[in-house]
């Protein structure tokens, strides 16, 4: 593996997103994992990763006004609050309804919605304005211009500096990319999710759409975090994930160690391997890494400086073929309501 060095030294570079995009690092922090989707956490620890990532050289930091039903805004709003604004850019997912004992209620993207959610992502982030703005699924009752329209009429009123996407496939980014410039697409990517790559993908170099990448570790899959036999708790998103279940489980970690043996004789682990993939398909896909401790950004920000030949790469995708990994990505309903995968 050509530079394989895997200390914290290498400094983050910097990529535009897409053609209309902002400048931000080469990887960011997701944020979901702070408010209790993979189990507990430890608003100190968050806190301290938010810090670490932008100390790193990170700069963009990914949350939906969903997480946690508001908590992971406020988090990250008491976390940034003595941050100067310039240093740091907020990527935000909006629409999904929740009940208050957690239950997931559908969507609304209708642009009434979408100005009452950004007016409370503002309380509670704590800013005058949203550095990227997203719906986080396509409302299959309001037209993808409707809701794109109406962010387009906040980022004229300054409370929106640009627009994302989440999720949607190729007719529905055409359409989005009609109606107003479309920074990023935010969608999952990673060696054992690799569905983008059909059409997606070409779609968003045609239209020069970012790709940010998330679920680039499958959800702790692609680590030392996940063995077999393990339980989930009924909060944990893993719990109700097809690829984390029974016989699922069992065949995927037989992929895993397979990647891992590759990592070990290289001098990295799975987890920085999975990554260093991810940033080998482009400079136009930005990894958004889950980190919830210091300590496992600083694992993810090492993998950095693993660079990955042809060859390499070649060894690693035939390690894993995206056919034989087991189970969708997500449950079945959220499944079927994923525009990406139709």
């Known amino acids: 593996m050509t530079n394989t060095q895997t200390s914290n030294e290498a400094a983050i570079a ?168 479309i920074a990023d697409l935010q969608i999952e990517y990673s060696i054992v999710s690799r569905s983008i790559e059909n059409r997606i993908l070409a779609t968003t170099r045609e239209l020069g759409i970012g790709i940010t990448a998330y679920g680039v570790l499958s959800r702790g899959l692609l680590s030392d975090a996940v063995r077999s036999g393990k339980t989930f708790g009924a909060h944990d998103f893993r719990a109700h994930s097809p690829r984390f279940q029974g016989d699922n489980l069992d065949r995927n970690l037989k992929l895993v160690e397979t990647l891992a043996t590759i990592a070990e004789g290289h001098g990295v682990s799975v987890a920085q391997l999975a990554i260093a993939w991810v940033l080998a398909q482009g400079d136009d896909i930005v990894p958004v890494l889950g980190a919830r401790t210091r300590a496992r950004w600083e694992e993810s920000k090492a993998a950095l400086a693993v660079q990955l030949s042809t060859t390499e790469l070649a060894e690693i995708e035939k390690a894993v073929p995206a056919d034989e990994v087991a189970g969708e990505r997500y449950a079945a309903a959220q499944f079927a309501s994923l525009d990406s995968e139709k």
């Open 14 to 181: 910097t990529v535009r997103l897409g053609h209309t995009g902002p400048t931000v690092g080469r990887i960011g922090l997701g944020a979901m994992g702070m408010s209790g989707s993979y189990g507990p956490a430890d608003d100190a620890e968050s806190t301290a990763t938010i810090h670490a990532a932008l100390d790193s050289g990170a700069n963009l930091v990914d949350t939906g006004d969903f997480y946690g039903s508001g908590h992971n805004e406020a988090l990250i709003g008491k976390a940034l609050a003595d941050r100067p604004r310039e240093d740091y850019l907020l990527s935000v997912k909006f629409g999904a309804l929740r009940g208050p004992d957690g239950s997931w209620n559908g969507f609304d993207a209708r642009p009434e919605a979408t100005k009452n959610f950004v007016t409370y992502s503002l309380q509670r982030l704590g800013v005058d304005h949203i550095d990227i703005y997203r719906p986080a699924r396509l409302d299959p009752t309001v037209p993808i211009e409707d809701t794109v329209g109406a962010i387009a009429e906040l980022v004229d009123a300054g409370y929106v500096k640009h627009i994302g996407l989440s999720e949607v496939g190729e007719e529905t980014i055409r359409r989005a990319a009609a109606t107003a410039p």
